[in-house]
Nanobody, 123 residues
């Protein structure tokens, strides 16, 4: 199995930046699509970024508005979410996840999940 551990969350003022790392163990994730999700209280968990295996496939939903970047370092079994120009609406628990697929944005394909890290954006 794959174990994922996110970190880097915290309190940041609107307009600020955070970088969230997610370290995988158990096996390398080079054969998985890596995704970042978030969930705010009372809201559904939603995909905020996905990066495919080797096809260069990358996905960001419209609400990201160019502010987020997902990157992966397969040699370190680490995926990052760089978040810039943060807004209060970005406040949520952020999760990294892995899908056994070349590239997918389908929520149901993500089988492995981290425990989440809290991101709070104040105004």
């Amino acid at each position: 199995q794959v174990q994922l551990v996110e970190s880097g969350g915290g309190l940041v003022q609107a307009g600020g930046s955070l970088r969230l790392p997610c370290v995988a163990s158990g096996r390398t994730f080079s054969g998985y699509t890596m995704g970042w999700f978030r969930q705010a209280p009372g809201k559904e968990r939603e995909l905020v970024a996905a990066r495919g295996v080797s096809d260069g496939g990358t996905y960001y939903p419209d609400f990201v508005e160019g502010r987020f970047t997902i990157s992966r370092d397969n040699a370190k079994n680490t995926v990052y979410l760089q978040m810039n120009s943060l807004k209060p609406d970005d406040t949520a628990v952020y999760y990294c996840a892995a899908a056994p697929a070349v590239f997918t944005t389908a929520r149901e394909r993500y089988y492995y999940w981290g425990q989440g890290t809290q991101v709070t954006v104040s105004s």
